[in-house]
């Protein structure tokens, strides 16, 4: 995970077993792009506002997507996409809002802050892996984000 | 046996029930005479009894009759004989009294003379002249004794001479002694002549007394000799007659001891009858004196009477006449008693009254009232004719008809009607109704007026009673103004009659009561005022009617004149300000309410006045009412009207509303934020259920699909079939979490109502169920729908979700049959979905709805069991009811309703 070679994928996520399920589906989709793990809300925004361990870091180098959880320690997700979509360095950075949560009105305060997709996380492994393989395609591979 | 003669008594008597008292009487003493009949014991002993003892009382007191009459027949005889007897021998003894009586006066005398001699004194010569004038006396009455002896008579006439020479003698010796003295008397006194001729004198009495003694001896022995027979014959008689008696005693004596008892029968039988008899003769006088005294009252009535009174026989013949009668006729009873009625009546009259009369003997009527005969002509004796009204009894005495009249001149009484008519007519030409009447009594007069008003004519009218005529009614009933008037003499109000033509009318009426002499007449004028009284009526009942609103309102109405005066108080303004509606009319509302004029009242008041509109206040009027009132003043050209309400309670009732509706925000903001804190507990509590319950499950079947996968191959069969149900168990934990959620989400979505077309819904749904229809051959029937007022996306689910089941366990059946619609009962709208699959048994049925609750087992219907349950809470939320029909294998029918039954 080389951060000077830019990270493709930011997944912010608490849960070490959800991580491990969701690098496994993104092995078994063969998406091989570099993907940085934050593991909770702080740490989300030190990567990618270039604070404390990461304040090396150049803003500019933008990853293709960020997949964030809602629940997360520290800092909640919501208050994380908040201030990506609030920054316009980092407005224009696909937010993928990836959550045990069906509930609503996280769905829509996501929709509101910015999110460019919500995906529940089914509980079944087979349905989940099947969602990631979907969204990497999508975000990696065809979808083309406008140039700051 | 009869005290009480009828025929005895005058003919008055007789008029007095006479006849009634006669035939009692009668009846009396027939009842006596029974009496008497019944007392004795039996006639024929009586009599036969007192026939004996009367024959032989009869013969023994004849033969002591005939005794009696015998010995004093004998004893007179005897007696009458001793008297003559004893006569003759008084008769020689008065002579021989007399005869002896001579010599001593002669003797007497010459004491006399010669006492007178010897003294010369006059005194001495008193016994002399009394002895002069008894001589002459002596011998009268010696003449007349011996007036049957010729023999004595001789020998008087021999003495008288000797008598009277002696006399003189003596007188010459007195005159000589008066005259010439002592010597002179004393020489002739001695010469002894007044010797010679008392010798004489002495002689021939001598002769004259023998001869009266031998009488008086033969005489006194005869007198002895009748008395004796005397004495025999009475002795003799009477102890014969007693012999007699005696003896007729003795004989009747055993007649009378057998009569006794007989006799003392018939003593007690008498006694009896005679108490009897003294009681009714008590009665009887009793009966007779109270017959007398009234007898005599009626006498004094009739003879008293004002009228005139007179009784006449069937042949009209006058038999009674009373004192006025006299004055009216101008004639003596006495002239007229017996003589014809024919005289009082004018010629003209006379048939048509025997005619009358006749007709009335032959009615069997009694009475005939006074005046029914409406008036009649008499006739005095004068000659002049007059008008009388006449009352006319009849009684029958002893089979003979009486009949009586009292008869009133009624001239004065005529003219005053005709006079009271003469005036009457001047109304002729008025336009009221004129009439006269008669206290008591006919119509007498009746104008055009009349006529014209009552439809009655003049001759209809006439003679008729009025109230009879006109049928008046008045309130207060026809008597009691009759005697108003009799007491007032005149009398005024309103009158109901019946026209001829029956109309009902209403007069104003006026009547003065006429008095001439015993004449009482009415003169009554009325006016028609029908149509004024209906029109009053109706404006009465309008005003009454008016009235009875405002009186029956439960607002306050008052009403005020232009000074503020109080005009009109309904009882519910009396009622609100507490005082009667007497208290308050009249008075001046400043004064009443000193409070009023400076209150926001006074100022409408004066204010809807002034400006002349409607003015409406509401406000608290203090001391006395401490009430609020909401007024609306109308002004209006008599003064003010004001509606009023007690608001005091509206008033209250609007401050308890607004402390309560305080209160109760207060509360539910208390409530809802309570309730808020819980939804935000619940929330949060699901949102973590969302995120963290799921994850692990995640874990556990995300592992174990990487273990089959990495190490599937390594592993036997058997760990590989524990991992798919680890799998299975997390998947479906997974789901029951996902439904859970669902249904508590379905709680705090808020419901939207709008216009939902259920037909639209109902295919929405079965688009949405499109994947499970697949490889199904389901026919759908649909049934008309009605729209339905809720929330579009909850009905939809619920739709879904009967849709959804309807489909699943149908799904054994060979032919699926799904119908859809909706009923209009037990209620309107009733939405139902059945179908013909597995159905349930009814005792599970309350089950049904139940969260997680399920009828069939996993393995054979696929389910958490959440979606009925869902159905009933959206079903609820609607305030709608929810439930079902079902037979074990023969399908089932979920029926719901969003509306509530109520």
């Known amino acids: 995970m080389d951060e000077l070679h830019g990270v493709e994928v930011l997944m912010v996520e608490d849960s070490e077993e959800d991580l491990q399920l969701a690098l496994r589906a993104f092995k078994k989709a063969n998406l091989l792009n570099p993907i940085h793990v934050a593991r909770d809300g702080a740490e989300a925004l030190d990567f990618i506002f270039c604070h404390g361990l990461h304040e090396k870091r150049r803003i500019e180098d933008i990853p293709r997507v960020i997949l964030l959880d809602l629940k997360l320690p520290k800092v909640d997700g919501l208050e994380v996409l908040q201030r990506i979509k609030t920054d316009p360095r980092t407005k224009l950075i696909p937010v993928v809002v990836l959550t045990s949560s069906k509930e609503h009105r996280d769905v829509l305060a996501s929709y509101e802050m910015g999110a460019n997709s919500y995906i529940v996380k089914p509980v079944a492994f087979d349905g989940f892996a099947k969602a990631m393989q979907e969204l990497g395609m999508y975000w990696l591979l065809l979808n083309n984000p406008p140039k700051p | 046996m009869v005290p009480f003669d009828t025929s005895s008594q005058p003919p008055a008597s007789q008029e007095d029930g006479g006849p009634i008292r006669s035939s009692e009487a009668g009846v009396r003493a027939e009842n006596a005479r029974r009496a008497l009949h019944r007392a004795r014991p039996t006639p024929q002993l009586e009599d036969r009894i007192l026939r004996s003892a009367e024959w032989k ?126 010597p002179a008397s004393q020489q ?20 004259m007394e023998a001869t009266e003694q031998s009488l008086l001896r033969e005489r006194a022995a005869r007198a002895h000799r009748a008395g004796s027979v005397a004495r025999t014959v009475i002795v003799g008689g009477i102890t014969l007659a007693f012999a007699i008696v005696a003896v007729a005693l003795f004989v ?73 009668a006299e004055k009216m006729f101008g004639c003596r009873t006495a002239d007229v008693i017996g003589q014809s009625l024919g005289l009082f009546i004018p010629e003209p009259f006379r048939s048509a009254h025997a005619h009358h009369h ?11 009232e006074m005046g029914r005969l409406g008036s009649i002509c008499g006739l005095r004796a004068s000659g002049e004719e007059f008008p009388i009204e006449a009352a006319i009894s009849r009684v029958e005495v002893g089979g003979q008809q009486l009949f009586t009249a009292i008869l009133r001149d009624i001239t004065e009484r005529k003219a005053a009607e005709d006079t009271l008519r003469r005036q009457a007519a001047l109304f002729d030409q008025t336009y009221d109704a004129v009439m006269v009447w008669n206290w008591r009594g006919p119509i007498t007069f009746w104008n055009r007026g009349a006529e014209r008003l009552y439809g009655y004519s003049c001759d209809e009218a006439v003679g008729k009673i009025p109230e009879e005529l006109l049928r008046t009614e008045t309130s207060g009933g026809v008597e009691r103004f009759l005697s108003v008037l009799e007491q007032r ?105 000193p409070h009023a004029a400076d209150s926001p009242f006074g100022v409408a008041y004066r204010r809807a006045v002034a400006e002349n509109v409607p003015v409406q206040v509401e406000a608290f009027y203090p001391e006395p009412l401490n009430a609020w009132f909401e007024v609306r003043c109308y002004p209006s050209p008599e003064g003010l009207a004001l509606f ?9 009732a609007e401050e308890e509303i607004r402390f309560l509706n305080a209160d109760l925000e207060r509360r539910v903001a208390a409530r809802t934020a309570e309730l808020q804190a819980a939804n935000q507990e619940l929330e949060s509590f699901s949102y973590s259920v969302s995120h963290d319950l799921r994850a692990p499950l995640r874990t556990m079947d995300g592992f174990s699909d990487a273990l089959l996968e990495d190490y599937g191959p390594q592993l036997p069969a058997e760990a590989r079939d524990y991992l798919a149900t680890i799998r299975r168990g997390a998947q479906r934990m997974g789901a029951l979490i996902d439904d859970l959620l669902a249904f508590s989400r379905l709680s705090r979505k808020p419901l939207v109502r709008q216009f939902v077309n259920m037909g639209v819904l109902v295919r929405g749904a079965l688009e949405e169920l499109g994947p499970e229809r697949n490889g199904r051959n389901i026919q759908f029937v649909n049934g008309g729908m009605p729209p339905a ?114």
């Not at chain 2, 003769?281 to 004094?300: D, M, N, P, V």
């Not at chain 2, 006749?358 to 005939?368: D, L, N």
């Not at chain 2, 003065?512 to 029109?535: C, F, H, M, P, W």
Request: glycine share 8%; proline share 2%; charged share 25%.
């Open chain 2, 358 to 368: 006749r007709a009335f003997s032959e009615t069997g009527i009694a009475q005939r």
């Open chain 2, 489 to 593: 003499n005149a009398w005024e109000g309103e009158l109901e009659h019946v026209t001829r033509d029956g109309r009902q009318i209403i007069v104003d009426c006026r009547m003065t009561l006429v008095r001439y002499k015993d004449q009482v007449s009415v003169l009554e004028a009325n006016g028609d005022i029908t149509e004024r009284k209906r029109a009053e009526a109706k404006l009465v009942a309008a005003h009454r009617r008016t009235t009875a609103i405002l009186e029956s309102i439960s607002d306050g109405f008052n009403t005020f004149d232009r000074e503020w005066r109080y005009t009109y108080v309904n009882a519910a303004a009396a009622k609100m300000v507490g005082k009667s509606p007497e208290e308050l009319l009249g008075k001046n509302l400043w004064e009443l309410w």
């Open chain 2, 57 to 182: 009382v009869r013969a023994g007191f004849a033969l002591a009759l005939a005794a009696l009459i015998l010995i004093g027949g004998m004893s007179y005889f005897s007696l009458v004989q001793l008297h003559k007897d004893r006569v003759w021998v008084e008769h020689t003894q008065q002579t021989i009294a007399a005869q002896r009586l001579v010599p001593a006066i002669v003797a007497e005398a010459e004491a006399s003379v010669r006492g007178y001699i010897i003294t010369g004194r006059e005194e001495f010569l008193e016994p002399y002249h009394k002895a002069v004038s008894g001589v002459s006396a002596d011998l009268g009455s010696l003449r007349s004794l011996a007036a049957n002896d010729r023999r004595q008579q001789g020998r008087l006439d021999a003495l008288e001479p000797l008598v009277a020479e002696r006399i003189f003698l003596l007188q010459e010796t007195v005159e000589l002694r008066r005259e010439e003295g002592f």
């Open chain 2, 644 to 652: 009023f309400t007690d608001t005091t309670e509206r008033k209250r």
């Open chain 2, 252 to 324: 009747i004596s055993g007649d009378f001891a057998g009569n006794r008892r007989a006799q003392a029968a018939l003593a007690e039988a008498r006694a009896q009858l005679e108490s009897r008899v003294q009681e009714r003769t008590a009665e009887l006088a009793k009966a007779k004196e109270a017959a007398l005294s009234s007898q005599a009252r009626l006498a004094g009535i009739i003879n008293s009477a004002m009228d005139a009174i007179l009784t006449v026989d069937e042949q009209q013949h006058i038999v009674m006449f009373n004192p006025s």
């Open chain 2, 789 to 902: 007022q809720g929330d579009p996306s909850l009905l939809k689910q619920v739709w879904i979700n009967l849709l959804s089941n309807a489909i699943k366990y149908s799904r054994h059946a060979e032919q699926a049959r799904i119908e859809i619609g909706a009923l209009a009962e037990p209620q309107p709208n009733v939405y139902f979905v059945r179908d013909n699959g597995a159905g349930f048994d009814m005792k599970y049925a309350d089950k049904l709805f139940g969260v997680f609750q399920r009828l069939h087992r996993a393995d054979e219907f696929e389910g958490t069991g959440i979606g009925l349950a869902i159905v009933q809470r959206i079903v609820h939320r609607h305030g709608g009811r929810v439930w079902a029909e079902a037979k074990l294998d023969q399908g089932a029918a979920f029926y719901f309703t969003l509306e509530g039954e109520d």
């Open chain 2, 188 to 207: 002739q006194v001695a010469s002894g002549r007044g010797e010679q001729i008392h010798d004489r004198i002495r002689g021939i009495l001598a002769e």
